[in-house]
């Protein structure tokens, strides 16, 4: 790839900027949280005008490359966080794996009626009682996460809020502490947008994409425990999955 801007080039100089910034983050050269030259000085380096850089660091900052903070300048993102589609894994084993450090911010933890939409997801009566718990998702205390668990588990099967605090991994508590051992699952992904609240607790923009993940967990007996609904920032998440032939 062309490290300079092609004048004579039909695709706009802001998106082969955009293309060189990006190859530079791709490689390592520019690591994760470390700045970005300045707009002055990318002008110099690559004699285009301000406009044109601004355009391709907004072009990078929408695709999650780059973030900016106020009075500071712009820095380059932490990479995405990965999940195979095939993997059934927590969301502290998913960080844990990536070397990053889960954390959790736990909004409510209480019993409530079964929904009539959650209720046929894990094929029990509605109004029947869950225990639901809303949680914020952290990894290395950055909020990356909303995640809403409903737990379909008898009324002596509760979890408190020191269980969630001690552990932090809602499957290891059913685990260990139950015996439920989480074997299968039923997973669909689909893109959405923050809402003003959601935006707000995961500090993003409003209208910044989020990937939404809905999932009904099945026990070892195929008996549905868990409906659980989590928004994903669509900046530092992502899936991926092999297709052979």
């Known amino acids: 790839m062309s490290r300079t801007i092609d004048p004579y080039n039909a695709l706009p100089k802001y998106n082969q900027l955009a293309s060189i910034l990006r190859q530079k983050i791709e490689d390592g050269e520019w690591l994760p949280r470390t700045s970005i030259p300045s707009e002055r000085q990318l002008e110099v380096i690559y ?10 660091i907004d072009h990078l900052v929408r695709q999650g490359y780059l973030y900016r903070e106020h009075g500071r300048g712009t820095f380059v993102s932490p990479q995405k966080l990965q999940k195979g589609l095939m993997e059934l894994t927590s969301f502290s084993e998913d960080l844990l794996k990536r070397g990053i450090q889960p954390g959790q911010i736990i909004r409510s933890l209480n019993w409530v009626d079964a929904p009539a939409k959650i209720a046929q997801k894990l094929e029990i009566p509605t109004g029947t009682p869950l225990l639901r718990i809303e ?6 205390n950055i ?50 947008l923050a809402t003003p609240e959601e935006a707000v607790l995961l500090e993003i923009p409003e209208g910044a994409p989020l990937l939404l993940s809905e999932r009904v967990l099945f026990a070892q007996n195929r008996k549905p425990v868990e409906y659980v609904k989590i928004l994903y920032r669509g900046d530092r998440y992502q899936y991926f999955v092999r297709l052979t032939r």
């Open 47 to 56: 004699s285009i005008s301000r406009t044109t850089i601004r355009e391709a």
């Open 135 to 140: 949680r914020i998702r952290l990894g290395d």
């Open 143 to 192: 909020p990356i996460g909303l995640q809403t668990s409903y737990l379909a588990l008898s009324p002596e099967q509760a979890i408190s809020e020191s269980d969630m605090q001690g552990s932090g991994s809602l499957y290891r508590i059913l685990q260990e502490k139950f015996n439920i051992i989480p074997s299968e699952a039923d997973e669909t992904l689909e893109v959405t």
